[in-house]
C-alpha cells in the first residue's frame, strides 16, 4: 500500500493560484497512476487530473487550461498547480494512487490508495 500526503491547499481569491502537491511513500517507477480529486459539500467527488507514470496526463473539463498536473519522480511527489481559480473550485482535494497498465493514458476509476485531503477555498 502506497501512502499519500497532500499540502498545499488553503484560502486564495478568485482569479488566484495554488499548488498542491502529494507526496508518495513510494512512486513505482512504471504501471501506477495517481489522480487528483475533489469533493464539495454535499456534492459527488470527481476526477480533477489524472497522471500515469507511462506518460498518460488527463484533465477533467472543468480543470482543462486551468490546472497542470506534474510530477518529480526523485521526490516522489505529484503536483497540480491550479491558476486562475474560481469559488467553485472550492473543494477538498485528494489524491489517489492505484496500480495501472493502461500505458500512455490515465483513468479517474477504481483508486485503491488515498491521501487524506486539502481543503481549497476560493473566494469571490
Known amino acids: 500500500e502506497v501512502q499519500l500526503v497532500e499540502s498545499g491547499g488553503g484560502l486564495v481569491q478568485a482569479g488566484g493560484s495554488l499548488r498542491l502537491s502529494c507526496t508518495a511513500s513510494e512512486l513505482p517507477f512504471e504501471n501506477y497512476s495517481i489522480a487528483w480529486f475533489r469533493q464539495a459539500p454535499g456534492k459527488r467527488r470527481e476526477g480533477v487530473s489524472c497522471f500515469s507514470t507511462d506518460g498518460g496526463i488527463d484533465y477533467s473539463a472543468s480543470a482543462k487550461g486551468r490546472f497542470t498536473i506534474s510530477a518529480d519522480r526523485i521526490k516522489k511527489t505529484i503536483y497540480l498547480q491550479m491558476n486562475n481559480l474560481k469559488p467553485e473550485d472550492t473543494a477538498v482535494y485528494s489524491c489517489?494512487?492505484?496500480?495501472?497498465?493502461?500505458?500512455?493514458?490515465?483513468?479517474?476509476?477504481?483508486?485503491?490508495?488515498w491521501g487524506q485531503g486539502t481543503q481549497v477555498t476560493v473566494s469571490s
Open positions: 489517489a494512487g492505484r496500480v495501472w497498465y493502461g500505458g500512455r493514458w490515465c483513468t479517474f476509476d477504481l483508486y485503491d490508495d
